[in-house]
């Protein structure tokens, strides 16, 4: 028997009985039918990943144009629902599998953590603690002003009255950095795979182990939606590239602490963009003017900073 139809609103999100989650349509009156396929990306800008063992619920025909993205969800076939969707209300708590946190051990501690030094503009804010190694502490070209917190050293280099000298501390978080990284882009079974054709501005995430085989660029605003144990990690195998004055945005509870950027190349923050979450990057990270961030910015090489915000998320 044919499974009864829903009609949806718009703009409207809801839960069925069955434990299924109904994304809105971008015009009103659509119909729904319970029981078809679970929605991957929607060539629009969402991307919603279905519950478990319930019905899930998608549009009633394939859309006549084709997708304007590249992504591809697993296990579960795609199919396309509407732009609209203002809502991700319920994402986790709804029963989707949650995704592991990376564990950053001793570098969770760390705002910036950087293998060959920190260049900065004056005047920076820096609210966390900040380290160079194996590199000189007179690398880390900040000024106890700037720093919120403890800058480590190896030696005896690096800014008078707020460096501290502690090799084994830095050895340790550094080492903790790696592990990270390597757990980050080691996760297997990725819930979307070159969403975008790695642009993901203007699209709305729910939480999930989201991987691109090239670069990611953010040309607009992002959104990333869900409660505040929901986790994003992000594979990337090229380059990360934030354009000037976008920000990627939180709702409904989610936590930048629980988000992380895993970038194999260089990593940019355009003027006055604004990120959430940690950034773990296999060689640089450059913040342009003005640029901040909600999270840590550790870098395997060099960290370049030009008067921005860097606030760590414990």
């Given at each position: 028997m044919r499974p009864a139809r829903v009609i949806v609103a718009v703009a409207s999100v809801a839960v069925l009985a069955a434990g299924a989650m109904l994304?809105?349509?971008?015009?009103?009156?659509?119909?729904?039918?319970?029981?078809?396929?679970?929605?991957?990306?929607?060539?629009h800008g969402i991307a919603v990943r279905p519950l478990p063992g319930s019905t899930t619920v998608g549009p009633t025909a394939e859309p006549t144009a084709?997708?304007?993205t590249s992504a591809v969800r697993k296990?579960?076939?795609?199919?396309?629902?509407?732009r609209s969707a203002v809502s991700l209300l319920g994402v986790s708590q709804a029963g989707f599998p949650s995704v592991a946190p990376v564990n950053l051990g001793t570098a969770g501690a760390f705002a910036i953590l950087t293998g060959s030094g920190v260049t900065d503009v004056y005047a920076s804010t820096i609210r966390g603690d900040v380290g160079a190694s194996p590199i000189t502490g007179d690398a880390v070209g900040l000024t106890c002003p700037e720093v919120t917190?403890?800058?480590?050293?190896?030696?005896?280099?690096?800014?008078?009255a707020c460096r501290v000298t502690n090799a084994p501390v830095l050895t340790a978080a550094v080492r903790d950095e790696e592990n990270a990284y390597t757990n980050a882009a080691g996760r297997t079974s990725p819930d979307f795979v070159n969403l975008g054709a790695g642009?993901?501005?203007g699209r709305t995430l729910a939480p999930g182990l989201y991987k691109w085989t090239s670069g990611v660029s953010i040309s607009t605003d992002v959104t990333l939606a869900g409660g505040p144990n929901d986790v994003w990690i992000f594979q990337i195998a090229g380059t990360l590239?934030?354009?000037?004055?976008?920000?990627?945005?939180?709702?409904?509870?989610?936590?930048?602490?629980?988000?992380f950027w895993q970038s194999a190349g260089a990593v940019a923050l355009g003027t006055s963009?604004?990120?959430?979450?940690?950034?773990?990057?296999?060689?640089?990270?450059?913040?342009?003017t003005g640029a901040s961030t909600n999270g840590r910015l550790l870098a395997q090489t060099a960290v370049t900073?030009?008067?921005n915000r860097v606030t760590n998320v414990p």
């Amino acid at each position: 028997m044919r499974p009864a139809r829903v009609i949806v609103a718009v703009a409207s999100v809801a839960v069925l009985a069955a434990g299924a989650m109904l994304v809105s349509a971008e015009s009103g009156g659509r119909s729904f039918f319970a029981g078809e396929s679970p929605v991957a990306d929607n060539g629009h800008g969402i991307a919603v990943r279905p519950l478990p063992g319930s019905t899930t619920v998608g549009p009633t025909a394939e859309p006549t144009a084709s997708p304007t993205t590249s992504a591809v969800r697993k296990p579960a076939k795609a199919r396309v629902a509407s732009r609209s969707a203002v809502s991700l209300l319920g994402v986790s708590q709804a029963g989707f599998p949650s995704v592991a946190p990376v564990n950053l051990g001793t570098a969770g501690a760390f705002a910036i953590l950087t293998g060959s030094g920190v260049t900065d503009v004056y005047a920076s804010t820096i609210r966390g603690d900040v380290g160079a190694s194996p590199i000189t502490g007179d690398a880390v070209g900040l000024t106890c002003p700037e720093v919120t917190g403890t800058i480590y050293s190896v030696n005896a280099g690096g800014p008078l009255a707020c460096r501290v000298t502690n090799a084994p501390v830095l050895t340790a978080a550094v080492r903790d950095e790696e592990n990270a990284y390597t757990n980050a882009a080691g996760r297997t079974s990725p819930d979307f795979v070159n969403l975008g054709a790695g642009q993901i501005g203007g699209r709305t995430l729910a939480p999930g182990l989201y991987k691109w085989t090239s670069g990611v660029s953010i040309s607009t605003d992002v959104t990333l939606a869900g409660g505040p144990n929901d986790v994003w990690i992000f594979q990337i195998a090229g380059t990360l590239t934030q354009a000037s004055a976008t920000r990627v945005r939180l709702t409904g509870g989610a936590q930048a602490r629980n988000i992380f950027w895993q970038s194999a190349g260089a990593v940019a923050l355009g003027t006055s963009a604004h990120s959430e979450g940690t950034i773990l990057a296999k060689t640089s990270i450059a913040l342009n003017t003005g640029a901040s961030t909600n999270g840590r910015l550790l870098a395997q090489t060099a960290v370049t900073l030009q008067q921005n915000r860097v606030t760590n998320v414990p």
